[in-house]
């Protein structure tokens, strides 16, 4: 299925590995120009040269080193976006951080940090993308989890999941009448190299191999290009129709339904 992405321009946050690594390449190998962006060079440096590899022809991918905590890093990635290409059709909000342990044992500080580093960019991105997004219709996605629907992550983190997931449908209903469609996605256990599942995986293989058993019901974790691939398709012209929900992407992992 083309999913008519060719030519258009895409800005994905947190693009130098796992989700959002994910969700440019596919939106590459569909023929949208991607303008990737995270704070280390030299891996962001690695992931572009990876995209530009498996793109589609004529798609370009553009990198920036930025941090999106804050505000003049989200500017100079949207920025970059504009000056390169002319326009921004999608925008993909893919960046998260939450510590901290039981509400007694977390401070104000990993509280403020959990916001500055996962809501606040997602607003400040928006903010920036929208009159951009505006004048030809397009589609923001944001990137969630299942422990913004319900409970088991950290709990700094299932707040702020949450909170991106309450900001998707308030922004879908405003922009909606500006052609601009809101998505968020709430993948569940996912796996790569480097990230937290595979990091406990290395130090207590038995200890994940039960919670693979007890919690996965297809015995493996997802994988990122099974979440990028989902991303690419809502926001391509092909998902028109579908604003202001969340889709799940967790092989059956979470109890809601």
């Not at 707040?159 to 309450?166: D, Y």
């Not at 996912?190 to 990091?199: A, D, P, T």
């Not at 019901?217 to 998902?239: D, K, M």
């Amino acid at each position: 299925m083309d999913l008519g992405l060719t030519g258009k321009v895409a800005v994905v946050t947190g693009g130098s590995r796992g989700l959002g690594f994910a969700a440019a390449q596919a939106l590459a190998a569909e023929g949208a120009h991607v303008v990737v962006c995270a704070r280390g060079a030299e891996q962001l440096g690695k992931a572009a040269a990876e995209l530009r590899a498996a793109a589609a022809p004529g798609a370009r991918v553009e990198s920036v080193v930025a941090d999106v905590s804050t505000e003049a890093g989200v500017a100079s990635v949207i920025a970059a976006a504009i000056t390169t290409f002319g326009r921004l059709d999608v925008l993909v909000n893919n960046v998260a951080v939450a510590k901290g342990g039981d509400v007694e044992h977390t401070s104000d500080a990993e509280w403020q940090e959990a916001f500055d580093q996962t809501l606040f960019p997602a607003i400040r991105a928006t903010r920036l993308a929208a009159p951009h997004l505006r004048k030809q219709g397009g589609a923001i996605i944001i990137v969630s989890s299942i422990f913004g629907r319900e409970a088991g992550g950290r709990m700094t983190y299932n707040a702020v999941k949450a909170a991106e997931i309450s900001l998707t449908k308030s922004l879908a209903l405003q922009l909606a009448k500006d052609q601009i469609r809101v998505v968020s996605v709430a993948p569940g256990s996912i796996l790569f190299e480097g990230g937290s599942w595979w990091k406990r995986q290395q130090s207590d293989p038995d200890e994940i191999a039960r919670f693979i058993a007890s919690e996965l019901p297809f015995g493996r974790f997802g994988r990122p290009e099974e979440v990028g691939a989902t991303i690419a398709f809502l926001a391509s012209p092909r998902a028109s129709w579908v604003s202001g929900t969340t889709v799940v992407v967790d092989g059956c992992q979470s109890r809601m339904f």
